[in-house]
C-alpha cells in the first residue's frame, strides 16, 4: 500500500500565483515528520519544510506554506507567488516513526511548471 | 550550517565493476541512510544504519550491496558488481537529534 500519495503528476501555474501540490498520507505511527522537498533538474534534493506530527500550527518558510490537516492525514504544499525558479519536481516525503527506523518514504513527486 | 557531504558527485563505471560511493555524515547524528532514485522516478529507501550495524534495509538492498563505516567518519555504499539498472542517484542522509533527516547532494552513477 502506498504511504505517501501525491495525485498530480504535473501541474502548471502562472508567475506570481499561487498554487497548491496535494499529498496524503497513510501511518499507524503517532510520531512521524512530514517533509516536502524540491529537485530541479540538476538532481539535487533541496529541503524545502517540515511539520511534525505534534505541530498544531501549520509550517511557513517564505513563500511555502503547509497546509496540514492530521484528520484527513493530507499534508499539502502551498506555493505563493510562484516564479520561474519554482519548476521542479516536488516530493512529499514522511519520515516515519522509531517502529519504521526513522526512515524517509517519498512519494511519486510532483512536476510544477511557472508560465510566465 | 553543517551539511552531509558526498563523494564523487558522478561517477561512470563499466558494467560489471565495483564501486563505493561515499559519505560523510554530520558528526553528531546517529543513524545513517542511503536512498536510491532511478532518472524520472521516485526516491527509494535501501538501507538504514545505526550502533555500526545495517538496522533496516529494503528489498532492492540484495547480496551486491553493502554499507560500512571503516573510519568513524565516512559512511560508504558498495556495488560488488554493478548492473545496468543500478544506474541512478544515490543520496546519503542522516538523522539529528530532532529527528530531520539532512540529505547529501547525491552521487550520480552511470553503468555502462
Known amino acids: 500500500a502506498q504511504k505517501i500519495t501525491q495525485t498530480q503528476p504535473g501541474m502548471f501555474v502562472q508567475e506570481k500565483e499561487a498554487v497548491t501540490l496535494d499529498c496524503t498520507y497513510d501511518t499507524s505511527d503517532q510520531s512521524y515528520g512530514l517533509f516536502w522537498y524540491k529537485q530541479p533538474s540538476s538532481g539535487e534534493m533541496i529541503f524545502l519544510i517540515y511539520?511534525?506530527?505534534?505541530?498544531?500550527q501549520n509550517a511557513t518558510e517564505g513563500r511555502y506554506s503547509l497546509n496540514f490537516q492530521k484528520a484527513r492525514k493530507s499534508a499539502n504544499l502551498v506555493i505563493s507567488a510562484s516564479q520561474l525558479g519554482d519548476s521542479a519536481m516536488y516530493f512529499c516525503?514522511?519520515?516515519?516513526?522509531?517502529?519504521?527506523?526513522?526512515?524517509?518514504?517519498f512519494g511519486a513527486g510532483t512536476r510544477l511548471f511557472v508560465k510566465a | 550550517e553543517p551539511e552531509v557531504t558526498q563523494t564523487p558527485s558522478h561517477q561512470v563505471t563499466q558494467m560489471g565493476q565495483e564501486v563505493i560511493l561515499r559519505c560523510v555524515p554530520i558528526?553528531?547524528?546517529?543513524?545513517f541512510y542511503w536512498y536510491r532514485q532511478i532518472l524520472g522516478q521516485k526516491v527509494e529507501f535501501l538501507v538504514s544504519f545505526y550502533n555500526n550495524e545495517i538496522s533496516e534495509k529494503s528489498e532492492i538492498f540484495d547480496d551486491q550491496f553493502s554499507v560500512e563505516r571503516p573510519d568513524g567518519s565516512n559512511f560508504t555504499l558498495k556495488i560488488r558488481s554493478t548492473k545496468l539498472e543500478d544506474s541512478a542517484m544515490y543520496f546519503c542522509a542522516t538523522l539529528g537529534v530532532t529527528y530531520e533527516q539532512y540529505f547529501g547532494p547525491g552521487t550520480r552513477l552511470t553503468v555502462t
Open positions: 516525503a514522511m519520515r516515519e516513526g522509531q517502529t519504521g527506523g526513522f526512515k524517509t518514504i
Open positions: 558528526s553528531n547524528h546517529l543513524y
Open positions: 511539520q511534525g506530527s505534534y505541530d498544531e
